[in-house]
């Protein structure tokens, strides 16, 4: 150290000082009184060579030494690198001192190695001169040579490593180069500045490694690479919050946290933290330009194949501005995106490359907890994704209009899926996904979808298995809206689907406002809170009970209802409530645009098992009227014939359905026979000669003497057809009598077909 010691305490960062601070670093190491031979000698004292205020010229060499001491130099400057490569050390410490670079490849410290509040600076003049701190390239130079202001590759550190506030800056190399570095206990680096790639490939920590508060600055390439490391505590890069509440800062990484492979043994937490790509210089890495649709080529944060046996926080005013990629990954606890902004440039050809989240086949052991998440521009991908507790989103938005803004094709989530009061402008895709408990989309407000030639839908919800509830509802003054839709094709509900206040709309392209065919729950809630703007499909779905009101059958473009079957009506239609049938005929009617038997049947079915047998009768007689209007339109020469027909059968018989109406026209038949027949004469009597005569009537044959008038027998003959009770044949009828009486007859035979025809039909029913 310097002789005088009234020199003020040198200042490291402001430049070459002064010739007074010079130590020659040859001093430091030979024997002597002022070397290490005096540390030696005193074994009494502490092992330790502490050096400040001093500024040391030429290099400190400890190359392969094997020295009991700890070295800790304060306030002092470098001339050129620290050599301790390949040494054995009890420590190294650099406390506010500014060094050119640092070698300690291989370095075994009993200790820990410390910088701290240092500068690391390679100049650029010195970089170029300074061959053993470069790549060397050149068939000049040895090939494989590190390009890092602070080297520990394969180094061995029987404690901690403190970076605290230490600046390190590489114009033209890395920042920090540690492949396989060891470390026993933690690596500390609060509110650290790396200028240049900070490398730790295959990194081991027996603690945490802490970069809270640290700026990673690496635009173009890696901020942090540690592909392959394992870290036994925490990974932190949040927000260090030492001293008072104005000097918080968050970390910060501009350039790609490049994790895959890593293993951390409890929890990653990058709270309030500062992720940023550029998205419009190189790409990092020569694969990432494939043009394979499952890359990201520009990531904030690659995590493939991570494990986390705690929890990922992603959370509480992150901002990324570049793709979170994490495929395949393992968490054991929850992923944590609360509070979170995402954002990525809006690809424009395609592949897109615009994702913000990617978690592809990635395993959740908890939650994903996505409360107040916000993704300006960018899709939400969670294919494949296994969550063991619930998926969280209350008050999110999801914004990446005109395609998919979060797709979580089958996807496994063990608890509930909750999108309460979401925005999402495109589609929201959970074809496929199975979920142990409900959907609930309370509020969620889904515009802007994306638009295929196939179909288009705001939500696509296609063949899930849901084990409750699918929720699509209002949520106090905010309605759930879906303007391109809902596809539930094929899904199963264990419990009931609920579009209670729902507004629906459909793309004019495709005109499809709810596609529930072969959906099964247990209950059918279809009140939506205004008519579907399109149409609605409900084929071959099937549920236990259904509560509708009049809005969902006012679909702009009409229900479908081919093999729609449901068991039972929520609201069910009293036995005296006619008004309320004939409404619910006629919804049906208009629903469907057009003659469809089915439904008609359902309905009736479902009225007949609940006892009301009059209403389902009632139900099946205008589902006959409907059908024979819907022949006469067929057959436009005849249809006139097919009306009249029609009418007659529901005059009659009401189609089968009405059988006692035929006692009533038989009987009314028969009075009106009886008085015109009775109540008139025949000229014939006045020529008794001729006919043989009884009261007002002439008998046919002269032997029929014992034969008596009686009018409502005679009219009763003319009725019934094929059976003849020996009355009609025998009186002499002419003029408006015999017109009549040809009338009646005609009455009966048409009378007989249509009751035969009703009761063949009833028969048929009741099998």
Not at 32 to 44: F, I, K, M, N, V
Not at 318 to 343: C, D, K, P, Q, Y
Not at 592 to 603: E, S, T, V
């Amino acid at each position: 150290m310097p002789t005088d010691t009234t020199l003020p305490p040198l200042d490291p960062f402001a430049g070459i000082p002064d010739k007074r601070y010079e130590v020659k670093a040859a001093d430091l190491l030979k024997p002597g009184t002022g070397g290490l031979l005096r540390w030696r000698r005193q074994a009494t004292n502490a092992p330790i060579v502490e050096v400040q205020d001093a500024y040391i010229t030429g290099t400190f060499d400890l190359r392969a030494a094997d020295l009991n001491f700890l070295f800790r130099f304060e306030r002092c400057r470098f001339e050129h690198p620290p050599d301790v490569r390949e040494a054995t050390l009890l420590g190294l410490v650099f406390r506010k001192c500014w060094l050119p670079g640092l070698k300690a490849r291989n370095l075994r410290s009993r200790n820990d190695v410390r910088l701290i509040r240092s500068i690391v600076e390679v100049a650029l003049d010195d970089h170029e001169a300074e061959e053993t701190t470069t790549i060397q390239r050149g068939d000049d130079r040895e090939r494989g040579m590190p390009n890092a202001a602070i080297n520990l590759t394969d180094a061995v550190v029987d404690g901690s490593v403190v970076l605290t506030r230490t600046t390190i800056r590489h114009p033209s190399g890395k920042a920090i180069q540690g492949d396989r570095l060891v470390i026993t206990g933690a690596l500390l680096a609060y509110r650290m500045v790396a200028k240049g790639e900070v490398r730790l490939p295959g990194m081991r920590t027996g603690g945490n490694v802490n970069f809270s508060g640290a700026t990673l600055d690496n635009p173009d390439g890696f901020a942090l690479n540690g592909n392959g490391l394992h870290i036994g505590g925490s990974l932190l890069c949040e927000v260090d919050n030492y001293g008072r509440a104005s000097g918080r800062k968050r970390f910060t990484a501009k350039g790609i946290l490049y994790l895959p492979s890593a293993t951390v043994d409890s929890d990653i937490v990058l709270r309030e933290a500062r992720l940023m790509v550029d998205h419009n210089g190189p790409v990092v890495m020569e694969a990432w330009k494939s043009g394979d649709p499952y890359l990201d080529p520009r990531p904030a944060l690659v995590a493939d194949r991570l494990k986390v046996d705690g929890n990922l926080e992603l959370s509480d005013g992150l901002r990324a501005f570049g793709t979170l990629r994490m495929v395949n990954a393992r968490i054991g606890g929850s992923l944590r995106l609360a509070g979170a902004e995402i954002t990525v440039v809006r690809g424009t050809a395609a592949p897109f490359y615009d994702r913000a989240l990617h978690l592809d086949g990635s395993n959740i052991g908890g939650d994903i907890e996505a409360t107040n998440l916000r993704v300006p521009v960018g899709q939400l991908r969670l294919a494949d994704v296994t969550v063991g507790g619930n998926v969280l989103a209350w008050n999110s938005k999801f914004l990446h209009p005109e395609r998919d803004a979060f797709s979580a094709r089958r996807a496994k989530i063990s608890g509930n899926l909750h999108l309460t009061d979401a925005t999402v402008k495109g589609t929201l895709r959970l074809q496929g996904v199975q979920v142990g408990g409900s959907v609930n989309l309370f509020g969620t407000v889904l515009t802007e979808p994306s638009v295929r030639n196939s179909s288009s839908f705001s939500l696509d919800i296609r063949t899930a298995r849901i084990g409750r509830d699918l929720v699509l509802t209002e949520n106090k003054d905010r309605p759930f809206r879906a303007e391109g839709g809902v596809n539930l094709d094929g899904a199963q509900i264990a419990r009931r689907v609920d579009l209670k206040g729902a507004q629906l709309a459909s793309i004019e392209q495709h005109g499809i406002a709810l596609d529930a065919s072969d959906v099964t729950a247990d209950e059918f809630i279809l009140s939506p809170a205004e008519p579907p703007v399109g149409s609605v499909r409900l084929r071959r779905a099937h549920c236990g009970t259904l509560a509708d009101n009049e809005t969902i059958w006012a679909a702009s473009d009409g229900v479908e209802l081919d093999d729609f079957r449901y068991d039972a009506l929520k609201n069910d239609i009293a036995l005296d409530d006619d008004r309320a049938l004939n409404r619910r005929i006629s919804l049906l009617r208009k629903a469907m645009r057009g003659y469809r038997p089915g439904p008609y049947d359902q309905l009736a079915a479902t009225l007949r098992a609940a006892g009301n047998e009059e209403h389902a009768s009632t139900v099946a007689l205008r589902k006959q009227q409907f059908r024979y209007e819907a022949l006469a339109k067929g057959f436009k020469i005849f249809g006139p014939g097919v009306r009249a027909w029609s009418w007659l059968q529901r005059s009659m018989v009401g189609y089968g359905f009405r059988p006692v109406r035929a006692l009533g026209w038989l009987f009314t038949l028969l009075v009106l026979g009886s008085l015109w027949f009775g109540l008139g004469s025949d000229d014939c009597v006045r020529d008794p000669g001729r006919y043989a005569v009884s009261g007002p009537r002439c008998l046919v044959n002269q032997q029929d003497t014992g034969l008596q008038w009686n009018p409502v027998i005679y009219t009763a003959d003319l009725l019934v057809p094929i059976v003849d009770f020996g009355n009609k044949s025998r009186w002499y009828m002419h003029g408006a009598d015999n017109w009549v009486a040809t009338g009646f007859t005609a009455s009966g035979w048409i009378l007989a077909t249509t009751v035969a025809a009703g009761v063949s039909r009833m028969l048929r029913r009741e099998s």
